[in-house]
């Protein structure tokens, strides 16, 4: 199995998490974000949204996290991906994720990190409504934590890497958590109770470390073509 990622992606630590979690062999080909990487033809064959992660297993390829995880739990079947009514749960919840928790926290990461790595002007607007959304669905999570140790269940399941992955960014976007008691909670235990998630979190934030002080030495009119060819 060849997973393609960059280490600082978000979406590249779900899927990395849930393969060291099940100890599965796998090799990591970098697609270098801060380089345009994903933007090459030969990365675009493999996903035509130039974007991390892909997986190449044999004749299997996909991109997009979440249908990876499946593909993986299915392979390695385990906790994560439970059966009956749990099976069901857990699937809604990564859709919601999808839906509804992670927009607001993207939007977050562009106008905080990107948009600052490149010298350029937060858009106040599209934070505020980024904020918004974010107070909107944590709120909803935070209510279903308030009685529960993960999200279904009492261990991790997809779902919870799923909805844990925007706090990778917590210290870039600022996003309003201090508020949502419970959720602080559960993503602690998460990171108590599964290793994996530990170590890949560690990873992304020496891959953002990085990509922050290397744009750091870049002149800023250097830094706005690369966003601009990157973009392209």
């Given at each position: 199995?060849?997973?393609?990622?960059d280490?600082?992606?978000?979406s590249t630590r779900?899927?990395?998490t849930?393969?060291r979690?099940?100890?599965?062999?796998?090799?990591?080909r970098v697609v270098?974000?801060?380089?345009?990487?994903?933007k090459?033809?030969?990365?675009?064959?493999?996903n035509?949204?130039g974007?991390?992660?892909?997986?190449?297993?044999g004749?299997?390829i996909?991109?997009?996290?979440?249908?990876?995880?499946l593909?993986?739990?299915?392979q390695y079947?385990?906790?994560?991906?439970p059966?009956?009514?749990?099976?069901?749960?857990?699937?809604?919840?990564?859709?919601?994720?999808?839906?509804?928790?992670?927009?607001?926290?993207?939007?977050?990461?562009?106008?905080?990190?990107?948009?600052?790595?490149?010298q350029?002007?937060?858009?106040?607007r599209?934070?505020?409504?980024a904020?918004?959304?974010i107070h909107?669905?944590a709120?909803?999570?935070?209510?279903?934590?308030?009685n529960r140790?993960f999200?279904?269940?009492?261990?991790?399941t997809?779902?919870?890497?799923?909805?844990?992955a925007?706090?990778?960014h917590?210290?870039?976007?600022?996003?309003?958590?201090?508020?949502?008691?419970h959720v602080?909670s559960w993503?602690n235990?998460l990171?108590s109770e599964?290793?994996?998630?530990r170590e890949?979190?560690?990873?992304l934030?020496?891959?953002l470390s990085?990509?922050?002080?290397?744009?750091?030495?870049?002149p800023?009119?250097?830094?706005?073509?690369?966003?601009a060819?990157?973009?392209?």
């Amino acid at each position: 199995m060849i997973i393609y990622g960059d280490y600082g992606s978000s979406s590249t630590r779900r899927v990395l998490t849930v393969l060291r979690h099940l100890k599965v062999e796998f090799e990591l080909r970098v697609v270098n974000l801060s380089a345009g990487e994903q933007k090459k033809p030969e990365y675009l064959t493999l996903n035509p949204n130039g974007a991390v992660p892909a997986m190449v297993d044999g004749s299997m390829i996909l991109f997009e996290a979440s249908a990876i995880m499946l593909y993986i739990a299915a392979q390695y079947p385990s906790s994560l991906l439970p059966d009956g009514r749990a099976y069901f749960d857990t699937i809604k919840w990564m859709f919601w994720a999808a839906e509804h928790f992670r927009r607001g926290h993207t939007d977050l990461i562009e106008e905080r990190f990107i948009k600052r790595a490149h010298q350029l002007e937060e858009d106040d607007r599209i934070s505020a409504h980024a904020e918004a959304s974010i107070h909107r669905y944590a709120a909803v999570l935070n209510e279903h934590l308030s009685n529960r140790r993960f999200v279904v269940g009492d261990s991790p399941t997809l779902a919870d890497i799923d909805l844990a992955a925007p706090l990778s960014h917590l210290r870039r976007t600022r996003a309003p958590y201090d508020k949502y008691p419970h959720v602080a909670s559960w993503h602690n235990r998460l990171l108590s109770e599964m290793p994996a998630w530990r170590e890949t979190g560690e990873l992304l934030e020496q891959r953002l470390s990085e990509m922050e002080a290397r744009h750091s030495k870049v002149p800023a009119g250097e830094r706005r073509v690369e966003l601009a060819r990157q973009a392209g």
